[in-house]
């Protein structure tokens, strides 16, 4: 019985482990997707300034 009550505990410490992660990791995903709307929005404005009138993703990569 205290074999199986020592797997539970440890068990547990990781389950609050890779918790913590989670959550970690949507936190940096909540920040990166506000960081890219935020430069899209500014390339966006740019291109608008620019009158360019081509929007970023229709244009092809730089290496064509």
């Given at each position: 019985m205290t074999k199986?009550?020592?797997r539970i505990a440890?068990?547990?410490a990781t389950l609050d482990d890779l918790?913590?992660?989670v959550t970690r990791q949507a936190n940096d995903?909540?920040?990166l997707?506000?960081?890219v709307r935020m430069?899209?929005?500014r390339e966006a404005e740019r291109e608008a300034a620019?009158?360019?009138g081509f929007a970023l993703a229709d244009r092809p990569?730089?290496?064509y």
């Open positions: 199986l009550e020592e440890h068990l547990q918790s913590d992660v995903i909540d920040h997707t506000r960081r430069l899209l929005e620019d009158g360019t990569p730089p290496h």
